[in-house]
């Protein structure tokens, strides 16, 4: 199939701005619990929509007292949290254009952003992303302001205090201006193949991609009768994942929190404290959730049951998969009799673990392997695996509630039109495409034709529509055979050994493929410790026979699904893992293969010599 098409389940937006939502809200439901807000205290308050409206109000007018306009962009550098989203609906409020910023932005990285965005004010977080925004301040001339969220009392008081007198009429007047064409952010690309780009989003767009989301994906963002639909985003704001999961959150009155680290150790308390009904993430928190569960009942000496569990949750949700498509019966009386005996004992502990109220997820950013969606799935959490760009105001596609087919990427968007080109690229068309890259006519010209975005990525469409990705055009390599092979898939397969943390293939213009591995460093010591062993520094793990033998099975594991000549022939463990601070990874934790192959170079070489 060439080209698949899904209708729209609602009206596009005629009229109106991303924060009227915040007001209508606050007049319709005003005691309705908007936002769980955590204390320094660690305790989770309520903040109505009635509250919420009002702080809004407040910040907005102190933006203007400080010379804040439509129009005018203002940057925020921060990690995910309550204020952030408060400072978005206040400057959404006046059409003015917050610009995210990583808060792990390098100096030069943030100059870039700044200067060419060209905002006049700037939100940080703490100190030192104020010693970093002043290392640059210098040869940005059109920045007039810069708050500090964590500076005495803090920029939302210290600007709510500065607007008092300020007529709220006036922002009012600020609001209804504000129409779905009106620029709402501009978020910049992750830079995995160069300089970032400014992509321009409006409020259509994302009202669109909100509103066609919460439509069609009801049973996630609605909740149970007696119950308040509320997720926990942990996802950074300043990627267009995060800032769609709080759009969506706002526009279809689900209780919203937020968490700023993604890390297991910090985010599963707030899991277990806030009771999320769904979440919105990357593969990343899923794969950590699973092995965090299986080594803790490998301490336990229950490895062995566990594994059944998992076996059996597949084959379950397998079942289920096969009937909805008309294959199949569903589950067999056998199978379900064991699901039910390992409900209790394994699939109930890992539902706890994240709070004990999910029943749903929704998950982007990068692949999903189809057997960990499987589990989750006969663990009682249906994963709906999606695919979107910053460029596409997040997902494009996305598995429906009513038959999700594991290990794609599922069906457009309602409203939205996947076709694949010629060569295998997918194109999208729909509300939610951007309107292209801040002064960079060249580069808008290049992807969007006619309304059609052109994605960069590789990709199929089976019999029904359902989008499989298959790597990106940029990134396939060419062995001097002449062998083309998509690296993404090969290195999908191998991080599904629990040891391995990152996998990068290399073989351009080479004989063969080979492949740089970091490991994951919480999970190799519990697997020296389920040995006796006692801890390896990193230079000793990577001379260590057994775990070369380890990661060499997660290789030919992966090797098994790919031709010969597509296959991995050798590679080298590396003593420490890429990461954001080397320049090795992008914000979102892709992986910047042409800065790892320059950093690893001499590895590299060494794989063929």
Not at 61 to 68: E, M, N, P
């Amino acid at each position: 199939m060439r080209e698949f098409t899904v209708p729209p389940v609602a009206a596009a937006p005629q009229v109106g701005g991303l924060a009227d939502a915040v007001f209508e809200h606050a007049l319709a439901d005003p005691d309705r619990v908007a936002f769980g807000r955590k204390g320094p205290d660690g305790e989770w308050r309520d903040v109505t929509s009635a509250m919420f409206r009002d702080e809004v109000l407040g910040l907005a007018k102190g933006l203007i007292a400080q010379g804040v306009r439509f129009g005018d962009r203002v940057a925020i550098m921060s990690r995910t949290r309550y204020e952030w989203t408060l400072f978005d609906f206040a400057l959404w409020t006046l059409g003015a254009q917050p610009v995210p910023i990583y808060p792990t932005s390098s100096a030069e990285q943030v100059f870039w952003m700044l200067h060419d965005s060209e905002v006049t004010a700037c939100v940080v977080e703490h100190e030192d992303h104020a010693m970093t925004i002043g290392s640059v301040i210098d040869r940005l001339p059109r920045l007039q302001r810069l708050w500090q969220l964590d500076s005495g009392a803090g920029a939302v008081a210290e600007l709510t205090a500065a607007g008092a007198e300020i007529d709220e009429d006036v922002v009012q007047r600020h609001r209804r201006a504000v129409t779905p064409e009106s620029v709402a952010t501009v978020i910049y690309t992750s830079g995995t193949t160069g300089r970032p780009k400014g992509c321009v989003i409006t409020h259509a767009n994302f009202m669109f991609e909100s509103d066609m989301l919460t439509g069609r994906w009801d049973p996630v963002f609605r909740s149970r009768p007696g119950e308040q639909a509320s997720t926990l985003l942990f996802l950074p704001l300043a990627h267009v994942f995060g800032r769609m999961v709080e759009v969506a959150a706002v526009r279809a009155g689900v209780k919203l929190g937020h968490q700023p680290v993604m890390a297991a150790a910090e985010l599963l308390p707030d899991l277990a404290a806030f009771r999320p009904s769904f979440v919105l993430a990357v593969p990343y928190v899923f794969e950590k959730v699973f092995h965090a569960a299986r080594r803790k009942a490998e301490r336990e000496g229950r490895a062995a049951p566990f594994d059944k569990a998992v076996e059996v949750a597949v084959a379950y949700a397998e079942a289920l998969e096969h009937k909805a498509f008309g294959t199949g019966p569903g589950p067999s009386a056998a199978l379900r009799v064991q699901h039910q005996f390992f409900e209790k004992t394994v699939y109930g502990k890992v539902r706890a673990a994240l709070g004990g109220r999910m029943r749903h997820a929704m998950s982007g950013g990068s692949a999903m392997a189809r057997r960990q969606g499987l589990f989750f799935a006969g663990a009682g959490i249906t994963v709906f695996e999606g695919y979107g760009l910053t460029e596409s105001s997040a997902a494009a596609t996305a598995n429906p509630p009513e038959r999700t087919r594991y290990g794609t990427v599922g069906q457009p968007v309602p409203g939205t039109t996947v076709h694949i080109a010629e060569d295998g690229e997918v194109w999208l068309h729909g509300g939610q495409v951007f309107s292209g890259y801040l002064n960079d006519p060249r580069s808008t010209s290049a992807v969007l034709n006619d309304g059609w975005l052109a994605t960069g990525d590789l990709g199929s469409l089976d019999e029904d529509g359902y989008l499989t990705i298959t790597g990106r055009k940029k990134e396939i390599l060419v062995t001097s055979g002449g062998k083309s092979v998509a690296p993404s898939g090969l290195e999908e397969r191998v991080r599904a050994h629990p040891l391995i943390a990152q996998c990068i293939v290399v073989g351009n213009d080479r004989p063969y493929i080979a492949a740089l591995v970091t490991i994951d460093q919480e999970a190799v010591e519990h697997w020296l410790a389920m040995q006796g062993r006692v801890p390896l520094s990193p230079a000793e793990l990577v001379r260590d026979p057994s775990l070369e033998t380890e990661i060499r099975r997660g290789v030919v594991a992966a090797n098994t699904l790919v031709s010969q000549a597509e296959s991995i022939r050798t590679f080298r463990i590396l003593a420490h893992p890429f990461s954001e601070e080397h320049g090795l990874l992008t914000p979102s934790l892709k992986l910047k293969r042409k800065a790892i192959e320059r950093a690893y170079a001499a590895e590299v070489e060494a794989l063929y010599g």
